[in-house]
């Protein structure tokens, strides 16, 4: 199992959707992906458990990823939280 | 630590606001217990938890009516001075001003409520005890079937929300789906409820997102329910063998607490709100002492034969 921490940030009007292209990056991968913030935690492949993170910006988000493919699935969502692209 | 603002607390028992000091919100509880500081008000404060809400009711405020007048300032005084988070007089009982003063020099909080004391502290209490719960977030979904609080696990993609979709169809109800808040009330039970964000929302891959309580109506939808049985969804494995007799008791650890459950593989075509429904109506057979697995092996073996 590997795991960061990073810090998300988009433009305001666009997180729906980049939650929605999160997911569809997530769920490529073979490995278990999940994301915490603060006490919770939710499967990074589902769209709900992700939305109710409540995700802001500038919010503190750990990344973990655990499967055959961790390494490669970390550093994809870690890039894509750092820059999300729609 | 897991802890409740003052305010909810208000709000939920609709608590009179009689001394009020910054924000309630800054006021949190984190100890599920409640005192009716008897001994205390009689001066004994060996093992007191400051921490707690105080209540007064009749017995106390009885004893404190009988004290001369400057032993009654003294020791109101000192129960305030503890540091307790805020004094709740039941059954409407009058806050003396000697009570308002003692507040007002330790900034505590004077509330009142009109119930029983008895009552009150007791649903004080059991609303503490579900906040203040050890508690997780389970990726899975959360239904009532016949009564029965079924969580649903599984990895992404097995068809959890799409099971639950049919069993709501089916005339269930949907507590959660995706991600499950599942504390822990007691020793032996376990709640589980949906993350206000996403309550009531149910996500079909192809589809998007639905609101179930919208399409479906309020009898379709729950806002909490126990778990009280777990089934685990997965892929069917070849090379791996099921349960076919319903001989084998399994469990699944949640959160220390074991909890019944059954592992249901999974093949394109299964119709599984149908086995969900059946796996509920089993259970409770089961838990109301029937297991028709064992009935079986009577009826083999020749016992109850006619």
């Known amino acids: 199992m590997v795991s960061k921490t990073v810090r998300f940030n988009c433009d305001e009007a666009l997180h729906m959707k980049a939650v929605a292209v999160l997911i569809q990056k997530a769920s490529t991968f073979r490995s278990d992906l999940w994301l915490s913030s603060g006490d919770r935690r939710a499967n990074a492949k589902s769209l709900l458990g992700v939305m109710s993170l409540g995700i802001e910006n500038d919010i503190e988000l750990l990344v973990s990823a655990d499967g055959v493919d961790e390494e490669e699935a970390l550093d994809a969502i870690v890039s894509y939280l750092l820059h999300p692209e729609v | ?306």
């Open chain 2, 1 to 306: 630590m897991a802890s409740v603002t003052l305010r909810t607390i208000i709000e939920t028992f609709d608590l009179e606001i009689i001394t009020e000091y910054g924000s309630f919100d800054d006021v949190r509880i984190s100890v599920a217990d409640v005192t009716r500081p008897g001994l205390q008000l009689a001066g004994h404060f060996e093992h007191f938890g400051p921490d707690r809400i105080q209540v007064l009711g009749n017995m106390e405020t009885a004893f404190l009516e009988k004290l001369e007048p400057a032993d009654r300032v003294e020791r109101i005084d000192a129960l305030f001075s503890k540091g307790i988070p805020c004094l709740v007089l039941s059954r409407n009982h009058t806050a003396t001003s000697e009570m308002i003063e003692s507040s007002r020099r330790y900034r505590v909080p004077l509330l009142r409520t009109s119930d029983a004391t008895s009552s009150f502290t007791s649903s004080l209490v059991k609303f503490l005890h579900v906040e203040l719960a050890p508690r997780m977030s389970l990726h899975g979904v959360l239904i009532e079937v016949y009564g029965e609080g079924i969580l649903i696990l599984g990895e992404s993609g097995v068809g959890k929300s799409e099971t639950a979709l049919e069993v709501v169809k089916r005339g269930h109800r949907l507590i959660a789906d995706d991600l499950v808040e599942v504390r822990r009330v007691s020793d032996s039970t376990l709640l589980g409820r949906a993350p206000e964000i996403i309550r009531h929302l149910i996500e079909i891959r192809g589809i998007g997102i639905l609101d179930v309580k919208e399409l479906y109506g309020v009898s379709s939808v729950k806002m909490q329910e126990n778990v009280d049985f777990v089934i685990n969804l997965e892929i069917w494995d070849e090379k791996k063998t099921y349960e076919r007799l319903g001989l084998n008791e399994e469990t699944t650890e949640i959160l220390g607490i074991h909890v019944p459950s059954i592992t249901i593989p999974v093949r394109p075509g299964r119709n599984l709100a149908i086995i969900v429904e059946v796996a509920a109506i089993n259970f409770r057979q089961k838990s109301m002492g029937y297991n028709a697995a064992r009935a079986l092996t009577d009826r083999v073996f020749g016992k109850n034969s006619h």
